[in-house]
């Protein structure tokens, strides 16, 4: 029975500030193609021109480089509350699904994924409804000031409900997503014939463009244009960037020789926890493995 294994030689909060910065980073650099393709979907642009780059470009001329960058603070702000429910899920549902045995089956870790993904996107859509309303806004005469004046107008002057607006078909395309990136990802050791945590930057680009591409057609009837156009540079950059800093975490956990690579330090239990490896090697550098001399 396969198994959904999560890597033990990372603490919780440096799985969190992984995701944190490497999707911070993603959202970053492809928040210009999240604006143009927002812009395009729900029909800003005007005149013959039509898609992403005309939308792109307007905003260059009309309100400036800087514009680009829109609704990207709030995006990157909900990351981490985001990752923190979603994490928290998870275990929940992974608990729900473990047999007696203490082990859960691929089938039952996708689902777990899943669930874990609806739950995170219902409870912070709100934020995601506000970074589309920053997108649309002109920067020149703009409706909303920040991301608590847009919360406040929403709610006072269209109600409650309305900061879930569209939530529904965005849970709904949330399962094939989910389920197919976790799908793909899991297997992929039976692809690259060698296990995941000794993959290169490149292959692990190249396994995030391959889990989109198989999401992208699980997902397609229940997702916006948006995302289709977004997906793939979007995750490339995330995954290829939270590698890396999981490189970065292990290195000072001392697993392995580099961050640049996945060589394993000599002499380590890969097995052991942050903490326990932490209290070892104290045990080592105090000198209590020596033995003590006898007394009378």
Same mark, same amino acid.
């Given at each position: 029975?396969?198994?959904?294994?999560?890597?033990?030689?990372?603490?919780?909060?440096?799985?969190?500030?992984?995701?944190?910065?490497?999707?911070?980073?993603?959202?970053?650099?492809t928040a210009p193609l999240e604006l143009a393709t927002v812009l395009a979907q729900v029909g800003v642009v005007r005149g013959r021109a039509r898609g992403p780059l005309a939308a792109g470009l307007r905003v260059w001329r009309v309100e400036g480089p800087r514009a680009l960058w829109k609704g990207n603070a709030v995006a990157c702000l909900r990351l981490f509350p985001c990752s923190a429910v979603q994490l928290a899920a998870y275990r929940k549902f992974v608990v729900l699904f473990t047999d007696d045995l203490g082990h859960i089956s691929q089938w039952s870790s996708i689902m777990a994924g899943s669930l874990a993904g609806m739950v995170s996107t219902i409870v912070t859509y709100p934020t995601d409804l506000i970074k589309t309303r920053l997108i649309v806004q002109n920067m020149l005469e703009p409706s909303y000031r920040g991301i608590l004046h847009a919360f406040s107008t929403i709610y006072q002057q269209e109600g409650f409900l309305a900061l879930y607006r569209g939530v529904s078909l965005t849970v709904l395309g949330a399962l094939p997503f989910s389920a197919g990136s976790l799908l793909v990802y899991m297997n992929l050791e039976k692809i690259w014939n060698g296990p995941r945590d000794r993959f290169s930057l490149l292959q692990n680009f190249a396994n995030v463009c391959l889990a989109a591409a198989v999401t992208q057609t699980l997902s397609f009837p229940f997702d916006t244009v948006k995302r @289709?156009? #977004?997906?793939?540079?979007?995750?490339?950059?995330? +995954?290829? *960037?939270?590698?890396?800093?999981?490189?970065?975490?292990?290195?000072?956990?001392?697993?392995?020789?580099?961050?640049?690579?996945?060589?394993?330090?000599?002499?380590?239990?890969?097995?052991? @926890?942050? #903490?326990?490896?932490?209290?070892?090697?104290?045990? +080592?550098? *105090?000198?209590?493995?020596?033995?003590?001399?006898?007394?009378?």
């Open positions: 029975m396969a198994t959904w294994r999560r890597d033990g030689r990372l603490t919780g909060s440096q799985r969190l500030l992984c995701a944190g910065l490497a999707g911070a980073l993603s959202l970053s650099l @289709k156009m #977004q997906i793939v540079p979007y995750f490339g950059v995330m +995954f290829g *960037t939270f590698e890396f800093c999981k490189r970065i975490c292990l290195y000072q956990n001392g697993y392995i020789m580099s961050p640049l690579s996945y060589k394993l330090t000599p002499g380590v239990d890969q097995s052991l @926890k942050p #903490q326990e490896l932490r209290e070892l090697n104290k045990f +080592f550098k *105090t000198g209590q493995l020596k033995s003590k001399k006898p007394t009378l």
